[in-house]
């Protein structure tokens, strides 16, 4: 399975933009890449999902590169509510194979 | 409300004694899934189902089984075989394996403490 790399931990100023890299250099050319976030004993949450081309909506941006072995998930304006734990994952398979498989993550720190 | 339940939030349990952990969904998706969370840790998948009555091991499987007779349920067993079974349990539920492209909805998790 393809796998993900992250950074462990960022910080950011609130009202600043982030940005988080993930690197997924064994990606298959129908992998969709995905986002979630993690609060503090909470279920994660989805952020936002692509496959090829950059996406947007009201909770951020993901910038995938062209040769898709990288993305980055862009914050637009970071607040304190934004700091959790991000999740870059690769929906992988076909069939009764497919299965959501969670990289390392980034601790995001938001600070004012 | 649609959602995805787990329950109970907090469960305890002495050693040696197999425990369930039950996880509803009313969304009608067709996957379910099982990750077990350790401190300060990601997410590791234990067992997914994409289909009534079929389910696959994940990463962690050992020490753990699940049963899928339903399309809204998914409960999962923590034997006495599992060996650190002190964690954070995670159920999720995506509309199926047919289509990739959706997101994965997560309960808010059971925290078993086995003493």
């Known amino acids: 399975d393809a796998k993900t790399t992250q950074p462990n931990s960022m910080e950011s100023n609130e009202e600043e933009p982030v940005h988080l890299p993930c690197n997924h250099s064994?990606?298959?050319?129908?992998?969709?890449i995905h986002w979630y976030r993690q609060l503090p004993s909470q279920g994660p949450e989805y952020v936002i999902h692509g496959l090829t081309s950059n996406v947007n909506n009201r909770m951020a941006s993901l910038a995938i590169a062209e040769d898709r072995k990288s993305s980055t998930l862009i914050l637009h304006r970071a607040t304190l509510r934004d700091a959790a734990v991000y999740y870059c994952?690769?929906?992988?398979?076909?069939?009764?194979?497919?299965?959501?498989?969670f990289g390392t993550g980034t601790r995001l720190q938001v600070t004012l | 409300d649609g959602g995805i339940t787990q329950s109970p939030k907090y469960l305890f349990r002495k050693e040696g004694q197999n425990v369930t952990l039950s996880c509803e969904q009313n969304l009608n998706h067709d996957a379910m899934y099982w990750y077990r969370q350790d401190p300060g840790q990601g997410l590791r998948l234990i067992y997914y189902?994409?289909?009534?009555?079929?389910?696959q091991k994940g990463d962690i499987a050992e020490g753990y089984s699940v049963s899928r007779e339903k399309k809204e349920s998914f409960p999962l067993t923590v034997t006495s075989a599992q060996k650190n079974p002190t964690a954070f349990y995670l159920c999720?539920?995506?509309?199926?394996?047919?289509?990739?492209?959706?997101?994965?909805?997560f309960g808010q998790g059971t925290r078993l403490t086995v003493v």
């Open positions: 999720a539920s995506s509309p199926g394996y047919r289509v990739k492209n959706t997101e994965a909805f």
């Open positions: 064994t990606i298959s050319g129908t992998d969709y």
């Open positions: 189902s994409q289909i009534v009555n079929d389910f």
């Open positions: 994952i690769l929906r992988s398979g076909w069939g009764t194979a497919s299965k959501l498989t």
